[in-house]
C-alpha cells in the first residue's frame, strides 16, 4: 500500500519547467480596476472620502447621531475615562484579554434597557449582524430576508451557507409563504427600521408569521434603538415582542447612543451560542474600553431624559411635512430618517453638494446602497436641532433642488 508523502515534500519546490513567455510587467495585475473606475465616472456613482473638522461650521442631517449625544459633555468623558481606566485598547479578543468589567457593564444596561435577558457586545453592529446570521444558520437552514435590508445582513445571508430566499420588502405573507413547506431550521432576518427610506418593519405581522411556522425572527435594530419604544428602548418594545424566546435582536451603539460598536440581544442559550460559536467574535478584537464606557454613559443620559426619542421623531415629521409642501417627493418616516427622491444619480451628487456649499450636510444614497435603484438624499432627524435650524434646513433642500 503506497505511502503518503512525506509532509516536507508537500511544501517542497517543484521541478523546473520550460522557461515561459515573458510576463507582463506587474502592475498590469490591477488594470482592470482602471477599467472599473471609468465606469464608475460614466454611471455618476464615484465615492470620496471627506475628512471633517474637529469643529465643522456646516449643519449636519448626514450623521446618524440621532440623539445628538456623540458630542455630548457626559457621553465624551464616559469614553475618556474608561480610556484612562482600561487603557486604548481591549488588547485582545473577548474569549482572552479584550472583556472587561465595563463590557459586562454595558451587556447588563443594554438587556434591561431593551428588555431581553441577556446581550452580547461586538466590536460594530456590521459584526454583530454577521454574528447572529451565521451562528443561528447552518447547510439546510432557511434564511427569508427582506430585500430592503442592510448589507451586513445580506453579507451574514451569504456566509451563512444556508439557502436564502429574499421576500419582497415588508410583505409577512410573503415570508408566511417561503417559509412554508419548509422542513428544519428556519430564521426570518429584517430591519426594523430600513436605512434607505426610513420605514418601519411590520415587526408583529412577521412575527406571527414565522411562528406559525416555527420559525425564528431576527430584528436589526440599529436605527429603532434610541427612537422607538418606551423612552427610545427600541422597535421590539414597541412591538411587544422584546424578550420573547423565538426573538433576537442587534443594534448598533454607533447612531443614537453617540459611539461605536454593535451587540446581539435575545434568551440566554442564544447569547451563550453566539459566544461558542460566532467567529466575528471570537475571532475579533473586544470593542475599546472608549466605546464601551460612552456607550454606556449615553445609554444612562437617555434612561434621565427619555423626550429625547420623542424629540427625534418629532423632527422628523416636522422635515417631512415642510419639504412635501414644498413639492418635494419625501417619504413618510417611521423613526428618524427621511429621505427625498432625486431624479438621478448625478442629480443626487450635484444636490448633496449644492447642499454642502450653502452650509447644509445632507447623506446622499445612490446604487448600490439602494436596492430598488432610486437616488435620494438620506437626511437624519436629529432630538437636537432647533425650530431654527430645522426651517433652515428646509429652505436649503428647497432652494438647491434639482429641476426635474
Same mark, same amino acid.
Given at each position: 500500500?503506497?505511502?503518503d508523502?512525506a509532509?516536507?515534500?508537500?511544501?517542497?519546490?517543484?521541478?523546473a519547467?520550460?522557461a515561459?513567455?515573458?510576463?507582463?510587467?506587474s502592475?498590469?495585475?490591477?488594470?482592470w480596476?482602471?477599467?472599473?473606475?471609468?465606469e464608475?465616472h460614466?454611471?455618476?456613482?464615484v465615492?470620496? /472620502?471627506?475628512?471633517?473638522?474637529?469643529?465643522?461650521?456646516?449643519?449636519?442631517?448626514?450623521?446618524?447621531?440621532?440623539?445628538g449625544?456623540?458630542?455630548?459633555?457626559?457621553?465624551?468623558?464616559?469614553?475618556?475615562e474608561?480610556?484612562?481606566?482600561?487603557?486604548?485598547?481591549?488588547?485582545? @479578543?473577548?474569549?482572552?484579554?479584550? @472583556?472587561?468589567?465595563?463590557?459586562?457593564?454595558?451587556?447588563?444596561?443594554l438587556?434591561?434597557?431593551?428588555?431581553?435577558?441577556?446581550?452580547?457586545v461586538?466590536? @460594530?453592529?456590521?459584526?454583530?449582524?454577521?454574528?447572529?446570521?451565521?451562528a443561528?444558520?447552518?447547510?439546510?437552514?432557511l434564511?427569508?430576508?427582506?430585500?430592503g435590508?442592510?448589507?451586513?445582513?445580506?453579507?451574514?445571508?451569504?456566509?451563512?451557507?444556508?439557502?436564502?430566499e429574499?421576500?419582497?420588502h415588508?410583505?409577512?405573507e410573503?415570508?408566511r409563504?417561503?417559509?412554508?413547506g419548509?422542513?428544519?431550521?428556519?430564521?426570518a432576518?429584517?430591519?426594523?427600521?430600513?436605512?434607505?427610506?426610513?420605514?418601519?418593519?411590520?415587526l408583529?405581522?412577521?412575527?406571527?408569521a414565522c411562528?406559525?411556522?416555527?420559525?425564528a425572527?431576527?430584528?436589526?435594530?440599529?436605527?429603532g434603538?434610541?427612537? /422607538?419604544g418606551?423612552?427610545?428602548?427600541?422597535a421590539l418594545?414597541?412591538?411587544?415582542?422584546?424578550?420573547?424566546?423565538?426573538?433576537?435582536?442587534?443594534?448598533?451603539?454607533?447612531?443614537?447612543?453617540?459611539?461605536q460598536?454593535?451587540?446581539?440581544?435575545?434568551?440566554?442559550?442564544?447569547?451563550?451560542?453566539?459566544?461558542?460559536?460566532?467567529?466575528?467574535?471570537?475571532?475579533?478584537?473586544? /470593542?475599546?474600553?472608549?466605546?464601551?464606557?460612552?456607550?454606556?454613559?449615553?445609554?444612562?443620559?437617555?434612561?434621565?431624559?427619555?423626550?429625547?426619542?420623542?424629540?427625534?421623531?418629532?423632527?422628523?415629521?416636522?422635515?417631512?411635512a415642510?419639504?412635501?409642501?414644498?413639492g418635494?417627493?419625501?417619504?413618510?418616516?417611521?423613526a428618524?430618517?427621511?429621505?427625498?427622491?432625486?431624479?438621478?444619480?448625478?442629480?443626487?451628487?450635484?444636490?448633496?453638494?449644492?447642499?454642502?456649499a450653502?452650509?447644509?450636510?445632507?447623506?446622499?444614497?445612490?446604487?448600490?446602497?439602494?436596492?430598488?435603484?432610486?437616488s435620494?438624499?438620506?437626511?437624519?432627524?436629529?432630538?437636537?436641532?432647533?425650530d431654527?435650524?430645522?426651517?433652515?434646513?428646509?429652505d436649503?433642500i428647497?432652494a438647491t433642488?434639482?429641476?426635474?
Open positions: 500500500m503506497p505511502h508523502p509532509p516536507s515534500l508537500l511544501y517542497d519546490t517543484p521541478p519547467t520550460p515561459a513567455a515573458p510576463r507582463p510587467a502592475g498590469a495585475a490591477f488594470d480596476i482602471d477599467t472599473a473606475r471609468a464608475r460614466r454611471a455618476g456613482l465615492r470620496t /472620502l471627506r475628512p471633517r473638522p474637529a469643529d465643522s461650521p456646516l449643519l449636519d442631517l448626514a450623521s446618524n447621531d440621532y440623539l449625544l456623540a458630542r455630548h459633555p457626559e457621553v465624551a468623558h464616559g469614553a475618556a474608561a480610556a484612562h481606566r482600561w487603557g486604548a485598547g481591549a488588547t485582545g @479578543s473577548r474569549l482572552v484579554t479584550g @472583556s472587561t468589567e465595563l463590557h459586562a457593564q454595558l451587556e447588563r444596561a438587556a434591561e434597557f431593551c428588555g431581553f435577558e441577556a446581550a452580547l461586538l466590536s @460594530s453592529g456590521y459584526a454583530a449582524n454577521l454574528a447572529a446570521v451565521t443561528l444558520t447552518a447547510r439546510g437552514t434564511v427569508v430576508s427582506d430585500a435590508n442592510h448589507a451586513s445582513l445580506i453579507d451574514g445571508c451569504r456566509l451563512s451557507r444556508a439557502r436564502t429574499v421576500a419582497p415588508a410583505d409577512p410573503a415570508v409563504a417561503a417559509l412554508t419548509h422542513d428544519g431550521r428556519a430564521l432576518v429584517t430591519d426594523s427600521v430600513f436605512s434607505v427610506d426610513g420605514d418601519a418593519a411590520p408583529p405581522a412577521l412575527a406571527d411562528r406559525s411556522r416555527g420559525a425572527l431576527l430584528v436589526d435594530d440599529a436605527h434603538l434610541g427612537v /422607538l418606551d423612552g427610545g428602548s427600541g418594545r414597541a412591538a411587544g415582542l422584546a424578550g420573547d424566546a423565538d426573538v433576537v435582536t442587534t443594534v448598533t451603539l454607533s447612531k443614537s447612543l453617540g459611539s460598536g454593535g451587540a446581539v440581544l435575545g434568551p440566554a442559550r442564544v447569547i451563550e451560542h453566539l459566544v461558542n460559536t460566532a467567529r466575528t467574535f471570537i475571532f475579533d478584537t473586544g /470593542l475599546a474600553p472608549a466605546a464601551a464606557g460612552g456607550a454606556l454613559a449615553a445609554l444612562r443620559l437617555l434612561q434621565r431624559e427619555p423626550q429625547r426619542a420623542a424629540r427625534a421623531r418629532q423632527v422628523a415629521r416636522e422635515l417631512h415642510r419639504l412635501t409642501a414644498a418635494l417627493a419625501a417619504v413618510r418616516p417611521d428618524a430618517v427621511v429621505s427625498v427622491r432625486a431624479p438621478s444619480p448625478e442629480a443626487a451628487v450635484r444636490w448633496a453638494a449644492d447642499c454642502r450653502a452650509g447644509l450636510v445632507a447623506g446622499c444614497f445612490r446604487p448600490p446602497s439602494v436596492p430598488d435603484g432610486i435620494r438624499l438620506r437626511l437624519t432627524a436629529r432630538a437636537d436641532l432647533t431654527d435650524q430645522i426651517a433652515a434646513a428646509v436649503t428647497v433642488a434639482p429641476q426635474v
